[in-house]
Structures are given as C-alpha cells and as structure tokens.
C-alpha cells in the first residue's frame, strides 16, 4: 500500500508581533490594571505569549465611567450613517489584517489555523459588515419608528471563539449606539486586545469600545458594576446563573448564551456520508468547544452499525496536532482545566459502562490534548450523555422512531441547537417543529451566519444574537 | 438498507469469499430499480461543501513531489479528435514513455488512450514499455449506435491491440429508466473485451444529479466495469471533484459490500497541477491509499501532463521554465 505522507505545511507567525506585556484598553488608550498580570499561554505548546493586565474594580469603574461618557456626549448623539461607518471601517480592517487575527487565535486558543483563517475571522468580518448595515436602519428592526439604544452594555466573552464572540458582542451593540465594557476569556485575551488596536485604528471615538482583561473577579466586576444598563454573556451555564442572581432586581437588561447537548438525529434515510461528515464537523469541530456542538449523535437503530462504521473510519482519517499546520483538523484542548474536565467525564463514561473508542495515533508530547472520542452504547441516563463535556467526546444513542427521536433529543436540561438528517422534507420540517432548540439544522451542522439568530431554550439561555432578532438585545422600544 | 461498510472498519469485517450480497439485484427491471433507488441519496450541498473541504489540503515539498510523480503514473494521455493520425499517435506514445526528455527519472505514464482504429498504431509504438493502450469504443462519445454496431466497435478495438476498453453508457437509457437496458449493455461489452479492462463511462455532466451518479455508478460496478469514468472528455462540466467525491464513496462500499476492487478515472477538464493533488488527496481521504495507484485510479487528460512536468521541473530547479521546456505532441 503506498502511503501519502502529508509534508508539514506549517502558517508563519512571523506576521504577528507578541508583546512582552498588554495593558487594558480604556478610554481609546492602554493602560495598566490594578491587579497581578496574567500569563497567556499556547495550548498547543506550553509557550507563554505574554503577560496580560488584570482589571481590578476601579479599572472596571474607570471604564464604564469612559463608556457612559462616550455614549453621552459622542456616539448616542452621532447620525447613525456615521455609525455605521466606523463599523465598516472596522469590518474591512479585520479583512485586512485577517492573516494577523486568525495566527494570534490559533496561538492563544489552540484551534487549527483552518478554523481561525476559513471560519473564525471571516465570520466576525461579516458580523461588523452586516450590522454596519443595521445602524442607520433601526426603525426597521421592529421595535417602533425609532427604537433607542440602552446605554452603556458590559459584555463577558467565553474563550472558544475570541474573536468571533466579541463581535458577536460588541457589533449589535455599537450598532444600535450602545458603548460597551468588554471582558475577554481570561485564557484568550490576545485578539481582542488586537481588536482595540483596530479600533484606533479605525479612530474609533475613544471610551465607545472598552476591553478589560482579567478572569472571573474582573468579569463579576462588569456585571455587577451599577452604571451597566444591559450585561451580555456567552459562557458555561453555572456562571450564566450566578450573573442571573447578581442582576436580579436590578434595572440591567440581559442576555445570556450559555451551555448545550445538541442532539443530531440521523434518520434512516439520510444521506448518509453527508451525515457522517456533519456529525464530524458537528462534534470536533474547534475541539468540541462549541456550546452547539453536537454531542448527543441520535441515529436510528437500522443504520446503527454501518454509521458508527463509516464514523469511525472517518474520524481515523483526522488529522490531530500542530493547530498552525494547514492541514491540521483537530487542534489543542485550551486549557489544562478544560483538558481535565473532559478526562473526568470521559473516566465517568467508561465507568458507567459506555463502549469507548478512539483512532489510532500518536498526539503530540508538550500542550493539552485529547484524542477525538466516540462512546457507544450510550443510554439517556449515563452522564456523558446529560453532562456538557465541551470537548471532543461523541455520545452515541438509538432510537426506532420519530417519536423516540424527538423525546430523547428534547430530554436535556439544555436546548441550543439540534440537527436532523434526513432525504424526506416533510420530516425534517415536522421533527424540527417539536425540537426545543433555539436553532435547527438540516442536513447540516455548525452553520453561522450574522443574518441569523442564535441562542437557547431552558438552561442554554435567553436572547438571540445575530439577524433582526439580535438586534433586540440592545434597543428598546421608542 | 444497502449502504454498506469497509471492511477494515472495526466491528463488521466482511469475510473473503463471502457470496455475491447484489447477485440477484437485476433479477427484474422493477427489482434493479428498487436497489438503485435505496442506495443512499447525496445531499448536494453537503458533497459540493466535503470536496471543497478536501481541496484546501495544503501539499508542499516532499509530499508536492511525491504527489506530481503519482499523478504522471496515473495519466491516461489521450488524443480523441478527429485529425487524429498514426504520426500523432506516435508523437503521442513517445511521450509516454519519456514524458519529460530531460529527465529519465520522470515516471512514464499509465496509457495512451486513442479511438479504435488507432489503437494498433498506438499498441506497437509502445511494444514492451508497460504502457497500456487504450481505445474508446460503443460509439463513442454520444453511445448512439445499435447494440450490434457497438460490440463491433468494441471487438475490433481489441482486435487491434487494445487492452483497455472505454465505453459509454447508454445515458438517454438511464435517465428514462431504462437501468437494465444499461446493465445488460454494459455485461455485454465487457464480454466483448476478452482480456481488455473495461472502463465505463458514465457522462456524469448528462446525468446532472451526485444521485444519478451514485447510481450509476453502482450500476457500471454490478455489470462488471474494472473502472468507472465520469466522462468523455465532449461534454460540459466533464470530472468535478464533486463528482469524483460520490464516484470515490461508490467503489469503497462496493468494495466493503462485495470484495471487488474497481477502479477510478476522472476525465477531462483537470489540467493543473493543483487539481490532480486535490484528486489525489480525495482517493486517500475518501477511499483510501489501496487506490493511489495506476492500477486502480487514472486521470484521462491531454494538457494536464504538461503541467504536471513544468511543476515537476519547478520543484527540481526552484524555478519555472517554460512552455518550451516540455515537448509538444
């Protein structure tokens, strides 16, 4: 058998400039914060890429007092064509300086470059370009002829999607004439410090974008911070509920994008390598760190056995290793905390009694990682089937009918996303009816797009983010 | 019910010998149109997305060199026109066997493929290289012809020397349903080969659907085909990855489900560099290394040669010559 090695195709860094140290970015300028730096560290190799400042409460209050003074003096009286400029401003600079975004994601995140350069980074363009286009339209958004912005919004952004989280974030925010106090992922702040250097660049009014670094005192600091109006937040659900509790009874509008455990349901007659590949990109994708992500493959009992088959003569064809080769499909888990977590859940699968399988292959010595993992065997009562393990780690489970599929896909405490397979459209739209999930996708997975809306039912969450619908998170009717 | 598995996958292996699970699938006209229509259908948009995927596999130095002297081994180099004569068909066999003169390292190619009358001109002037003489036959390329007058075509071929058989499929048959019209043709032609391979050409740019393909496909493998083609090189769109991605999938679960190996040629329209290597990179995602080889996957092209030398040569030297630098047919 002849054996087609592929050569090492490994991304130059070169375009990216790490700095020994990174300050908060407040008030249009950077600065230094109050509390002991952080190390940001590459995943894939143990290498730390910096010292990061840490927000303390004052640096927090120093920057929403710079975010409520831009709101009022500059960007919530500014015509909203002029706006929408800045964002387009932006939306190109990160086109341009794509390359840049996508190394910096890969070495701070550990995702494979593929992602940052054909997913990550083209999308969060497209977020800025497509509300760019919203800011002088809102009296179109549904929200009465002239729908005004909230104030000043504090925004914590989860570490699986850096960059394109705080665009998720801040685009709909700026776009509707809010200012924000962003708090990036304390394991990923590199590009949205980047992003505060496209924002001077593009001469963005200063205190209109503020970035304060730090981990959860920083982000609690945001939240709870009284001059807030409206608190956004995409992260696991534990945290969603304690900001829940800290913004109760307070005049705060929130939105929160929390955890998930997709069902993806492959009925009989799908087409079937097209579903393998779905479930593949629905599961190891970004590692499994997507809070959509399908975890639970519900597939129907007659194509069980050819399905795991053909899954797993796929998943052996991934390729696991150095996120900045080109040709690297499964990169570096982000964090030994996150690596332990899926080692836990993982020993809990097999302890229950799951049938564990993963491909051969050697993973690399140095940086956190795990190999693409099927269970089988999976009931609805083993852990690994309820729990969100946020990693890549497949729950296989049976079903015989429609009903059967659509009882077990809704018999989570979650309800972000599902997927269905299937050639027959009627079932498609009839099972997508009674899923309660915020997005359904049909004979595909892992799909985005700015003019969509997402987001969850029950523990996942509430809001939308993205579309005509996202818009709602950040105006209030007139 | 007939998607079927790889028997290296775990859990189901398929045991040698096993018997022939399709042998009565053409019993009937309403029974091989049940089997062809349960094969699992091919969602476009999620096939088109898999191949495009696939081509954005980066293939640099060692691999790149690897991969162009692969590709040269598999080229089928082909002259179909009608100006075709002997001194072109030896021009042609000359290359063939040292496709870059300059350089007696460069591999020579899998075939020279040449219509029927052609094909003795074709077989001496390649007499003890290994080259292989191909001849396209049944009427080629439109299939329009008798039955009678396409077994002719195919004997004579093989009278003259060629071992490879290249045929097309009755597609107006096809598409209005007539699958075992097709099949019995295609049984038929390859009894007509003798000792030649058969390769089936399935016009996939006429059956427009990745179902149709697949279907056809399976049909061109029942019947006996060593290779499924896409195309005959006279039709638009000719061999897209797409296509070859669906073709791919067919001759790996046939061969899970029956044993038997067929072959892969993609035909017309690849003739870059850049586009053999994302072939190259589907056989051994999709169906796996078992298929990169002459034996089992073969690109049907005339300029894609050329190029596959001139970035040979780039490779070699570090920079590109030109189009003088490789020899004109």
Redesign the interface.
Known sequence: ?????????PESRSIVTLRSHYGLFVDGEFTDGGGTPLKTVNPATEEVLGEVAVGTDADVDRAVRAARKAFTRVWGPMRPADRGKYLFRIARLLQERAREFAVLETLDNGKPI?ESR?VDVPLAAAHFFYHAGWADKLEHAGLGPAPRPLGVAGQVIPWNFPLLMLAWKVAPALAAGNTVVLKPAETTPLTALLFAEVCQQADLPPGVVNIVTGAGDTGRAVVEHADVDKVAFTGSTEVGKQIARSVAGTRKSLTLELGGKAANIVFD??????AV??VVRGIFFNQGHVCCAGSRLLVQES?H??L???L??RIG?LRVGDPLD??TDVGAINSPEQLARIRELVGIGEAEGAQV?QPDGELPERGNWFKPTVFTDVTPAHRIARDEVFGPVLSVLTFRTPDEAVAKANNTTYGLSAGIWS?KGSRILAVADQLRAGVVWA??FNQFDPTSPFGGYKQSGYGREGGRTGLRAYLKES | MT????P?????PVAPGAPDAFADVTRSDAAFRAFLHGL????Q???E??AAQLG?????????A??ID?AISMVDLTTLEGADTPGRVRSLAAKARRPDPADGSCPQVAAVCVYGDLAGVARDALAGTGIHTAAVATAFPSGRASREVKLADVRDAVAGGADEIDMVIDRGAFLSGRYLDVFDEVVAVKEACGDAHLKVILETGELRTYDAVRRASWLAMLAGGDFIKTSTGKVSPAATLPVCLVML?AVRDFRAATGTQVGVKPAGGIRTTKDAIKH??MI??VAG??W??PVWFRFGASSLLDDLLLQRQKLRTGHYSGPDHVSVV
Do not use: C
């Open positions: 058998m002849t054996v087609f090695e592929y050569a090492p195709a593929t054909d007659d799908a087409p079937i390598d097209q590949e779905g194509v056995d050819e795991v088959a053909s797993q003569r064809t080109k040709n399988w050639e004979n595909t | 998607h079927v598995l790889d290296t996958a775990p859990g189901r699992p259908g091919v969602d948009v999620g096939a997305a898999r954005t596999r980066s293939i640099k130095t060692t691999a790149k690897w991969a692969t999938e190259l990179v051994n995602e290394p078992d990169l080889d």
